[in-house]
């Protein structure tokens, strides 16, 4: 009885289906909005930083979230210069102030984050309600997303951070398969030579103490060919607005 009974349901069902009645599954979110909601976390561990009163670990939070924004703020500056403005202009560099304070105001800059937060979360409602742009963003935004990762090395060498500098320069390489081919369809040279100085970081990054001078070059080296790429890219992305 109970097997004739699920037999009868799945026949239902199945009918209900073919005629439109049964509700879709929800609409899977685009790209830009995973990315965009990608860097949240990064704001949330600065305020837990903060409420512990951890100023390095929300430091380091904070320039985690520098390096996210960086990869999605195209998406912000081309849907709403104002919410562009606030976020980058305003609130960033006012906390990122705060936080080299050698000893910061800690319920100040948690307020502040909180307020940036609410911003950051209300900008994300706004766009997922937005038509969707054309393709040619979202190529930027994995561009610029995949080359956060290269734009930290540098500083962190002049840190002195080696671990950090090793760590994005893996990040950069094992994303880069997902971005090549949009480098390579710009140019076939630039692409050659980006693959070429790639190897030439990894081993330059294998010394316990590594030559900072020939890193460095050899990271802006790539960051300018791979920029020139980014930048067609961008450029015609902007015409289907």
């Known amino acids: 009885m109970m097997q004739h009974m699920s037999r009868v349901a799945i026949a239902l069902f199945a009918s209900l289906a073919i005629l439109g009645v049964v509700a879709p599954a929800a609409a899977q979110e685009r790209f830009e909005i995973t990315s965009i909601k990608a860097v949240r976390p990064t ?3 600065t305020i837990n930083a ?3 009163r951890d100023a390095a670990a929300a430091k380091e939070a904070f320039e985690a979230y520098d390096s996210g924004w960086n990869g999605i703020e195209f998406y912000v500056n081309v849907r709403s210069r104002p919410m562009y403005n606030l976020l980058e202009h305003d609130f960033q560099p006012r906390i990122t102030k705060a936080l080299a304070e050698p000893s910061p105001n800690f319920p100040v800059v948690q307020a502040d984050v909180q307020a940036m937060l609410a911003k950051f979360d209300e900008m994300v409602a ?3 309600a937005m038509p969707a ?33 090793r760590k994005s320069y893996k990040a950069f390489d094992d994303n880069w398969d997902s971005i090549e081919d949009l480098i390579k369809a710009r140019s076939e040279d630039a692409y050659v030579a980006i693959e070429k100085g790639m190897i030439e970081v990894e081993q330059a990054l294998m010394p316990d103490k590594p030559d900072a001078d020939k890193v460095t070059g050899l990271v802006n080296e790539i960051l300018r060919l791979y920029n020139a790429a980014l930048a067609e890219v961008a450029k015609e992305a902007r015409t289907h607005l």
């Open 50 to 52: 903060l409420q512990q």
């Open 43 to 45: 704001l949330v561990n």
């Open 126 to 128: 706004t766009f997922a």
């Open 133 to 165: 742009l054309h393709p040619l963003f979202d190529d930027v935004a994995r561009l610029r997303i995949v080359r956060a990762h290269l734009r930290e090395v540098n500083p962190a060498l002049k840190a002195g951070n080696i671990a950090k500098a």
